[in-house]
């Protein structure tokens, strides 16, 4: 008998085999095997009491029916059953669902942060119980996205445009990219002047300030993850052409000499290894990858065993592995080798369960890799082991220079940069180029070559790039690592945000909603707001909080409240047909609104029913839209359009056995496929008993048939 490992993702399998051996049987989830049922009041799925809440899972899908058979049969023939889900919130939860449907009365829990040798036979060795805190976080966070998505999205499907769903942090989220698309429609652009002055010894400065100015401080100096910091290239800002040229004239004027001459060596630290919000950051930047295709990329390379587990808010490195990125540097860059080894401080909300993006060995060459791997994910192979090592380095170190000259009243400013010492900036590029200036002593003359000013105008704040995003949700606590990709996709899925020119911007609806969501439930849009709630989440998975009761206080006291206020005021539903609050609930779900569709009973077809969304969502020639079963391809489709038939009937050279009248054509759609058949062109005639049978349908091989008839005699054509 073998020990069963039960995984989550189906593209671990070969690789834990092989680590494991053949006395072991390893087995993938799917990700989640149950949800909650779409039943009970709004189909929620669970009830809220006063003091309790009861959830009710069902199996996701067929394909989850599937697979818990599949994971019962397998562990009946084990002799101990190993649940090893991502190390995560919603890992612990799948390990949860996963031993009850196996009726393991104590389930062997086991983690590790890397598909190494190392790692997995250290998890096996020691495993340890489920984690009930996170599991009942997990838990809680299922119920408060459900109670918020069905609860809240009928109030814009009122709305009538289209508009699809409310989201907990999906509303959040939107209503960043959308309060930032208001403040750049708001934006009045203002005129202003750049100053400057070139020297003959080589460098040029920028007005920096006089006695009498009418001005405004520059923009401060920005940095991103795209490699660089922009240097400051415009003067303190001048509010008038002739303020400017009044400048200029008095550096045409007067003499210039140097007033004063700063030079200091700073040290800039390495940055962190990668967080998921960084590498999303970092990979967007750098590889033009969108959120959603970096955690895919990145997904492959842990499964294949080469970086550690991809969804993480730690900056935390294991010691085994700040060692062996030690001993590497040692090897290959012993100049690089600081004192000690370097510690990055994490974000204060930072929940730490595991590591650090990192390559599993820094020894991995990525030359060896290269053949095995695709593009984007030996590229994103490499940034992480470029990240890693970097974070282990010594500081740079950067020699700046600041020079002070002055022409009569005014100053002019130039500022320089140099490394001196790349550190880590030899493996990480984000060291702006070097902008030498030229060795000066306080009151040197110099030689003035040319003043002159540049007319610019102020831009509107920038629309947010995908990672950008990413960057702005994990600052203000909307989501966590697990959500930040496919919040950001569902956005785009629902048409509320469109990507143009590499940047998001919201779509009409998407404002439309976001408006209507500020009068409605403002609370929820609000980042602090939902921040709230991924604090309370992870008190719970800290032990700290009970879930059940924050779940029905913050029911009770904020959201029923607000829901009934929200109400107020809005257009009246369209009222329910008669039949509607007795349908069953079928599990399909409807392809425009996602809301369970209602079984509407009918003897017409041999299903005994078909589907119909009670949502308003309009299907064919404006009607509700309704799904049938198709047996031929097994599964719900839309009707397909009648076929528009030609005002005259195509007749052909059959006779009919009946009346001896010609056959005619008549087309028609059977499970979305169009067909012809034979019948008589007698319309006086062909509805009677006599007729009923008359009708001949066309084989495979091309040969008409009925099934009361037989094959037509195709011997006795019309002899017209």
């Keep these: 008998m ?129 984690d009930m805190n996170l599991v009942e976080a997990g838990r809680c966070r299922d119920c408060l996205d459900k109670l918020v998505g069905y609860k809240g999205s009928p109030l814009v499907w009122r709305l009538n445009n289209g508009a699809k769903s409310v989201g907990r942090v999906q509303s959040a989220t939107l209503h960043l990219v959308c309060k930032r698309e208001r403040e750049i429609q708001v934006f009045t652009p203002q005129d202003y002047w750049s100053v400057f002055v070139d020297y003959a010894e080589g460098f040029r400065a920028f007005y920096h300030g006089s006695s009498q100015t009418e001005t405004q401080a520059p923009e401060e100096e920005t940095s991103d993850d795209s490699g660089s910091q922009e240097q400051v290239t415009e003067s303190v800002r001048v509010l008038s052409q002739a303020q400017a040229e009044r400048w200029v004239a008095i550096a045409q004027t007067h003499p210039h000499t140097v007033k004063q001459v700063e030079g200091k060596q700073t040290s800039k630290k390495p940055p962190a290894p990668f967080t998921t919000s960084s590498l999303q950051q970092a990979a967007g930047s750098r590889l033009k990858f969108s959120p959603e295709q970096t955690m895919q990329v990145a997904q492959k390379l842990y499964e294949a065993g080469l970086i550690t587990y991809m969804r993480t808010d730690s900056v935390n490195l294991s010691p085994d592995f700040c060692a062996a990125a030690r001993n590497w540097l040692q090897a290959h860059d012993p100049n690089n080798v600081p004192a000690k080894v370097s510690r990055q401080r994490s974000a204060k909300d930072a929940q730490e369960a595991h590591e650090a993006i990192r390559p599993s060995d820094i020894n991995t060459s990525s030359a060896a890799l290269k053949p095995q791997l695709s593009e984007a994910e030996f590229n994103l192979y490499v940034l992480i082991w470029l990240r890693a090592i970097a974070s282990q380095c010594k500081p740079a170190l950067l020699r700046k220079t600041r020079i002070m000259t002055e022409s009569g009243a005014v100053q002019w400013q130039a500022k320089g940069q140099v490394v001196e010492f790349a550190g880590y900036g030899k493996y990480w590029k984000d060291l702006s180029a070097d902008v030498e200036l030229p060795r000066l002593h306080q009151g040197q003359s110099l030689t003035l070559e040319h003043a002159g000013h540049e007319q610019k105008q102020t831009q509107p704040p920038p629309r947010y790039t995908e990672p950008k995003l990413v960057q702005l949700m994990e600052r203000r606590g909307i989501g966590r690592p697990s959500t930040y990709a496919p919040t950001i996709a569902t956005l785009k899925q629902r048409q509320y945000v469109e990507l143009l020119k590499g940047k998001l911007q919201p779509t009409p609806l998407g404002l439309e909603v976001d408006a209507f969501l500020g009068k409605a439930l403002p609370d929820l849009l609000e980042a602090e707001f939902t921040a709230q709630m991924e604090s309370a989440l992870d008190a719970i998975a800290d032990g700290k909080q009970e879930w059940q009761q924050y779940l029905i206080d913050w029911n009770r006291d904020y959201f029923e409240p607000a829901l009934r206020l929200a109400v107020q005021g809005l257009p009246e539903q369209p009222k329910a047909t008669s039949y509607s609050n007795q349908l069953e609930k079928s599990r399909t779900r409807c392809p425009s609104c996602t809301n369970p569709m209602s079984k509407v009973p009918t003897k017409k077809i041999k299903k005994g029913y078909f589907l119909k969304c009670e949502n308003g969502c309009q299907g064919t020639d404006d009607k509700d839209l309704v799904m049938f079963w198709s047996e031929r391809v097994k599964q719900w489709l839309l009707p397909q359009p009648k076929a528009v038939q030609s005002s005259e009937p195509k007749l052909t050279e059959y006779l009919c056995p009946v009346c001896r009248q010609p056959l005619e054509e008549y087309p028609y759609r059977k499970e979305g496929q169009p067909k012809t058949l034979l019948r008589c062109s007698n319309t006086k005639d062909r509805g009677g008993k006599k007729h009923q049978d008359v009708v001949y349908f066309q084989s495979k091989g091309g040969i008409w048939w009925s099934p009361k008839l037989g094959d037509l005699n195709v011997a006795t054509p019309n002899p017209q």
């Design 2 to 130: 073998a020990n069963l490992l039960i995984v989550e993702s189906p593209g671990k399998i070969k690789k834990l085999k092989s680590i494991l051996g053949p006395t072991w049987d390893v087995k993938a989830s799917v990700g989640h095997i149950r949800q909650l049922a779409n039943d009970g009041e709004g189909s929620l799925g669970f009830e809220i009491e006063r003091d309790r809440i009861d959830c009710r899972y069902v199996a996701r899908d067929d394909r989850a029916r599937q697979t818990i058979a599949g994971l019962k049969s397998a562990a009946k023939q084990a002799d101990e059953v190993y649940i090893a889900s991502d190390p995560d919130r919603e890992g612990e939860t799948i390990g949860w669902h996963i031993a009850l449907v196996l009726g393991l009365k104590k389930p062997k829990r086991i983690i590790y942060q890397e598909i190494t040798e190392t790692a997995v036979r250290a998890a096996v060795a020691s495993p340890r119980s489920l």
